[in-house]
Structures are given as structure tokens and as C-alpha cells.
């Protein structure tokens, strides 16, 4: 018996020291990239997929042009808004008289959140500061220049944070300008090239603390970096301190926006640059960040019609973002008095509406070996992987009118089933061997259809179902890296002519 006690003793010995040292030592992160660039994402990032981004600011008030206005009127002297401003207000008028006609008094946060979930995504970005400045929530170090002071008086930032966390189960955001256009203190270090770091010391760093300090969100997503190096901003130091000690350290996630050196190369996923949709795939986890509104980020009185993404459009970037293991950020601008303007809206809850049928091949799925269809040339692929089982998602944008479709890529196997998401039952479909398959589409009634907009296919048991990706898949030079040529590009904003 003592034997066996002894035993016992030292096993539970054992179990401890292995368990301390397993407690004791977490990894700790360096402030470098070597250091930094080697933590995983945390999970649920990758997972989720779609976030919303909300660019909110005193450029809601003017709401004409975009959120740059400031320095469009004032530095770039574009003509369109020098005409805006003669016309409208008195010569004396400066950007910041517009901060206390920011009143946000239908500010309604539950009913964002509201929004927010019904959207279907994993996540919301809201903009804490743009470069104007203006912080969203009461910063000790914008005295004079933020949400509680001038305007709508109220901490914006920690009315949605609240509701977000207590009506939905989006992970919450927030985006953050590094420099701000007309801080002294910033043009002050610039014109000593950056030697001085004044404006990161009181401001910049400061204020990136306090918002983490207070908020605890769990994506920082950073901007504004691009006139100076990450050694400038002390990028490093701070995401170290991020990863290592804040109060969302294992959970937290961030962009690649820390300095003129790293987009495309460091930091947590990869943005690159706005409207950032690559034809190929990235050897790195990614994000793609669009506007509903084409043509601007902040909201616009302007805005018509056709400047608006369509929900087929707008889903239709979904899948192809996705298809290539991008996540997409997904931009609303609500006006200056509060309320999210009901395109907005409806292009949101039409994108939950379609994710509540057809998430399973949205969320938690990986590329597959194919992204497209060499023979259905709309077709874009996903896959999701539980245990051996890889379910192949072929994703078609319009319902065939022949009554069925050749999928080249899918090679059947002697069990696979093939099924429509949403709707009961197998499909029947021939095997053409290595050259794919035909499946036969059943006329379903209009009625019966599980959706409206893009049709999912599940593939199961598909011979080729095992993802096997070499590096040839992979683009490798970064700088170089093809951008998809359909896509959308914001075009030229075509102003009315005096
Ligand atoms: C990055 O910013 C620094 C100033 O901090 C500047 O000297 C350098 O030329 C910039 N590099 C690029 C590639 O723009
Ligand atoms: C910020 O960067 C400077 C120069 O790279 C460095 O000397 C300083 O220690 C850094 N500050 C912090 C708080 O990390
Ligand atoms: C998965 O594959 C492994 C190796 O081929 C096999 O041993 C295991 O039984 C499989 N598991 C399931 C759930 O099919
Ligand atoms: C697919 O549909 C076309 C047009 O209706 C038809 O000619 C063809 O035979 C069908 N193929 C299969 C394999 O069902
Ligand atoms: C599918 O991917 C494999 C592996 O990358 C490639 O060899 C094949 O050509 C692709 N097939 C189609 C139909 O796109
Ligand atoms: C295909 O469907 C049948 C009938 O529903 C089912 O028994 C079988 O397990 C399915 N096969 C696969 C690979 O999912």
C-alpha cells in the first residue's frame, strides 16, 4: 500500500512539474517581426469570415465627397468641394465647425447591433478615429476634439462596444488612424523627417493604450501608417504588449498597417491596400475591405443608386474572397445624425438572409484545391473539413436554365452524393471520370428554392476531396501580385458640373 502511495506521489509530482512548466512559461513575443509574425491567428478570425466595418466621423456631417474631405478641400483643393463650401456655408467656416453639428440624436445603439447580427457576420470595425482626428470615444488625449466633448456629447465607441456584446455574438472591433492630417505635433515630426517622435509619444500611443485599456477589442485595425516606418510609430513595441500583457492578448487580432514596411508582409492578416482583391492565392491569411457605397467610406448625401453594390454583386465578392481564403470587411457609413441609411441595411440583412441557408460554405471552411471551374466558368469553390471528410461547396451565381451543369474540377467517387444547400435530398448526376460531373437539376418550384441569389452545391465523398496545396499554388512576388481585374474599382467620382 505505502508503495503504491509512493507511486501515486511521484506520479502527482511529476504531473505538476509538467503542469508549471507548461503554466510558466508562455511564449513571450518580441518586439520585432520575427517575433510577432510567428504567433498564430487566433482561430475564430479565420473562421468567421465577414465582418462589418462602420466609417463614422465629423466627415458624416459635411457628407459630400468621402471621409477625406478635410484635406481634399483644403489641401487638394478639389474644385467640387470649394464650390460646396462657397456655396453653403460662410467664409469664415472651418473643418472643425462642423464637429458640433455631428449631433448623432438618433444614435440607436441596440438597433445597430441589431443590424449587426442579422448581417451574419463574425465581427464589426468600428472607426474609433480617422485621420481627421476626431475620437469616437472621450480620449484624454484629444482634449476638445472628441465625441463627448463636441457633438453628440456621448462615448460612441463604448455605446456600441456595450451592445454589440450584449445583443449579439459578433467579436468587436475598432480601426484606428496612427497620423492625423493636421496635428501639430505630427507635422512637426514630419518635418524633421521623422527623426522626432513627439506625436507617437503624446498621441498616437497613448491614445492606442487607452483604447485597448478601455474597450478591449478584439481586432485593432490599423491605418494612417504610411508616411513613416514602423520605427517611427513603435509598432512593434506596442503589438508586442498586445500579444503579450493587454486584456484581450489571446484573442486579439490585427491588420498589417504598422508602418511604410509592412503591408503585405507583417503583422497579423494582410490588407495590403483598400479594395485589396487578389486573382490568385496569397500565401498568408488576408483580407479584402470594401465599400457598400463604391465610391466612399464615410456616408455621402450624394450617394445614388447605382453607386450601391447589388446584393448579387455584393455576394458574389463574398464567395470569390473567400473562395481564395480571404476574409471580407464589409463597409457601411451611417450619417452624422445616427441612423445607418436603409440601403445599407437591407444589403446587410440580405446578406444574413443568404449566410442563414448557405453558411456551412462560408464559416469555418479552407480553399479547396480549385477555386474555380475551368468548365462552369461562374463556379467558385470552398471546402470544409470534419474528421477525413472534406465537403466540397460549388458555388453557382444563377440557377441553370438546361436543367443541369458540368462541374469539371469535382472527380466522383463510387459514394459521393451531390445535394443543393437548403433543400432535402440527393441529386442525381453522371460521372464523367477525371473529366468531372454533370448533375441534374430537378425543377424546383420558385417557391421551394432555398434562396434567392447565389445556389449552393455540396459535394460529398468526392474522390478528389483532399485539399493538396504545393507552393506553385501560392503567388510569390507580393509586389507584384495580380489584382482581380473584374472587380469594381471605385471609378472617378463624377460630380455634378456648375
Ligand atoms: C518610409 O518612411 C520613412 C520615414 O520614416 C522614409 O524615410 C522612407 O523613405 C519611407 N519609405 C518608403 C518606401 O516610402
Ligand atoms: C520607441 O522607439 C524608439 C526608437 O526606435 C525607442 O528608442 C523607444 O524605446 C521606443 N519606445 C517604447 C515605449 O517602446
Ligand atoms: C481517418 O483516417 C485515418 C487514417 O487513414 C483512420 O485511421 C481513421 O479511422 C479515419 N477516421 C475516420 C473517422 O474515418
Ligand atoms: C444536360 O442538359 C442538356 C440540355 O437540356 C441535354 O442536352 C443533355 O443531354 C443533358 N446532359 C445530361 C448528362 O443530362
Ligand atoms: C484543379 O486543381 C488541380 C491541382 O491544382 C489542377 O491540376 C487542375 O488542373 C485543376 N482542375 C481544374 C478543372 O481547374
Ligand atoms: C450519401 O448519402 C447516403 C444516403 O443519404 C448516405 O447513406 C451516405 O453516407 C452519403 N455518403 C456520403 C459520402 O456522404
Known amino acids: 500500500m505505502k508503495q503504491v502511495l509512493d507511486k501515486m506521489k511521484l506520479?502527482?509530482?511529476?504531473?505538476?512539474?509538467?503542469?508549471?512548466?507548461?503554466?510558466?512559461?508562455?511564449?513571450?513575443?518580441?518586439?520585432?517581426?520575427?517575433?510577432?509574425?510567428?504567433?498564430?491567428?487566433?482561430?475564430?478570425?479565420?473562421?468567421?469570415?465577414?465582418?462589418?466595418?462602420?466609417?463614422?466621423?465629423?466627415?458624416?456631417?459635411?457628407?459630400?465627397?468621402?471621409?477625406?474631405?478635410?484635406?481634399?478641400?483644403?489641401?487638394?483643393?478639389?474644385?467640387?468641394?470649394?464650390?460646396?463650401?462657397?456655396?453653403?456655408?460662410?467664409?469664415?467656416?472651418?473643418?472643425?465647425?462642423?464637429?458640433?453639428?455631428?449631433?448623432?440624436?438618433?444614435?440607436?445603439?441596440?438597433?445597430?447591433?441589431?443590424?449587426?447580427?442579422?448581417?451574419?457576420?463574425?465581427?464589426?470595425?468600428?472607426?474609433?478615429?480617422?485621420?481627421?482626428?476626431?475620437?469616437?470615444?472621450?480620449?484624454?488625449?484629444?482634449?476638445?476634439?472628441?465625441?463627448?466633448?463636441?457633438?453628440?456629447?456621448?462615448?460612441?465607441?463604448?455605446?456600441?462596444?456595450?451592445?454589440?456584446?450584449?445583443?449579439?455574438?459578433?467579436?468587436?472591433?475598432?480601426?484606428?488612424?496612427?497620423?492625423?492630417?493636421?496635428?501639430?505635433?505630427?507635422?512637426?515630426?514630419?518635418?524633421?523627417?521623422?527623426?522626432?517622435?513627439?506625436?507617437?509619444?503624446?498621441?498616437?500611443?497613448?491614445?492606442?493604450?487607452?483604447?485597448?485599456?478601455?474597450?478591449?477589442?478584439?481586432?485593432?485595425?490599423?491605418?494612417?501608417?504610411?508616411?513613416?516606418?514602423?520605427?517611427?510609430?513603435?509598432?512593434?513595441?506596442?503589438?508586442?504588449?498586445?500579444?503579450?500583457?493587454?486584456?484581450?492578448?489571446?484573442?486579439?487580432?490585427?491588420?498589417?498597417?504598422?508602418?511604410?514596411?509592412?503591408?503585405?508582409?507583417?503583422?497579423?492578416?494582410?490588407?495590403?491596400?483598400?479594395?485589396?482583391?487578389?486573382?490568385?492565392?496569397?500565401?498568408?491569411?488576408w483580407e479584402s475591405c470594401l465599400t457598400i457605397d463604391r465610391k466612399s467610406w464615410g456616408y455621402r448625401a450624394d450617394t445614388v443608386l447605382e453607386d450601391v453594390y447589388t446584393i448579387e454583386e455584393l455576394i458574389d465578392e463574398v464567395i470569390f474572397t473567400i473562395s481564395l481564403g480571404g476574409n471580407i470587411l464589409i463597409n457601411i457609413g451611417p450619417t452624422s445624425r445616427g441612423e445607418i441609411p436603409p440601403v445599407f441595411e437591407e444589403r446587410l440583412r440580405q446578406l444574413g438572409k443568404w449566410l442563414k441557408v448557405n453558411g456551412e460554405a462560408i464559416y469555418k471552411t479552407h480553399v479547396w484545391s480549385n477555386q474555380s471551374d475551368i468548365v462552369a466558368k461562374d463556379v467558385r469553390y470552398t471546402a470544409r473539413t470534419e474528421g477525413n471528410a472534406t465537403t466540397v461547396y460549388a458555388i453557382l451565381p444563377d440557377w441553370p436554365a438546361t436543367g443541369n451543369i458540368t462541374l469539371g474540377s469535382p472527380i466522383a467517387s463510387a459514394s459521393t452524393n451531390v445535394s443543393l444547400v437548403g433543400y432535402p435530398g440527393n441529386f442525381q448526376y453522371t460521372s464523367l471520370g477525371s473529366g468531372g460531373i454533370t448533375v441534374t437539376l430537378p425543377p424546383i418550384p420558385v417557391s421551394r428554392m432555398p434562396c434567392e441569389w447565389s445556389y449552393v452545391l455540396r459535394l460529398e465523398g468526392l474522390q478528389n476531396q483532399k485539399t493538396e496545396l504545393d507552393e506553385s499554388a501560392y503567388s510569390k512576388n507580393l509586389q507584384a501580385l495580380e489584382m482581380r481585374k473584374d472587380f469594381p474599382m471605385p471609378k472617378v467620382p463624377s460630380f455634378r458640373v456648375v
Open 11 to 285: 506520479v502527482l509530482l511529476l504531473l505538476c512539474l509538467v503542469l508549471h512548466s507548461a503554466v510558466s512559461t508562455p511564449t513571450r513575443y518580441e518586439p520585432n517581426w520575427e517575433s510577432l509574425d510567428a504567433r498564430p491567428l487566433p482561430e475564430w478570425y479565420d473562421d468567421g469570415k465577414i465582418g462589418i466595418f462602420i466609417h463614422w466621423g465629423v466627415f458624416s456631417v459635411p457628407a459630400y465627397g468621402s471621409e477625406w474631405f478635410w484635406f481634399q478641400w483644403l489641401d487638394e483643393k478639389r474644385w467640387y468641394l470649394q464650390d460646396f463650401m462657397k456655396d453653403n456655408y460662410a467664409p469664415s467656416f472651418t473643418y472643425q465647425d462642423f464637429a458640433p453639428m455631428f449631433h448623432a440624436e438618433f444614435y440607436d445603439p441596440d438597433h445597430w447591433a441589431d443590424v449587426l447580427q442579422a448581417s451574419g457576420a463574425s465581427h464589426v470595425v468600428f472607426v474609433a478615429k480617422h485621420h481627421e482626428g476626431y475620437t469616437n470615444w472621450p480620449s484624454k488625449f484629444s482634449f476638445s476634439w472628441n465625441s463627448e466633448d463636441v457633438g453628440p456629447k456621448k462615448d460612441l465607441v463604448g455605446l456600441l462596444a456595450d451592445a454589440v456584446r450584449a445583443k449579439t455574438n459578433l467579436k468587436f472591433g475598432l480601426y484606428h488612424s496612427m497620423f492625423e492630417w493636421y496635428h501639430p505635433l505630427f507635422l512637426q515630426d514630419q518635418a524633421n523627417g521623422f527623426k522626432t517622435q513627439d506625436f507617437v509619444q503624446a498621441k498616437t500611443m497613448p491614445e492606442l493604450y487607452e483604447l485597448v485599456n478601455k474597450y478591449k477589442p478584439e481586432i485593432v485595425w490599423s491605418d494612417g501608417e504610411w508616411l513613416a516606418t514602423d520605427q517611427y510609430w513603435n509598432s512593434t513595441e506596442f503589438i508586442a504588449w498586445l500579444y503579450n500583457d493587454s486584456p484581450v492578448k489571446d484573442t486579439v487580432v490585427v491588420n498589417d498597417r504598422w508602418g511604410n514596411n509592412t503591408r503585405c508582409a507583417h503583422g497579423g492578416f494582410w490588407n495590403c491596400k483598400d479594395h485589396y482583391v487578389p486573382s490568385t492565392l496569397v500565401p498568408h491569411k
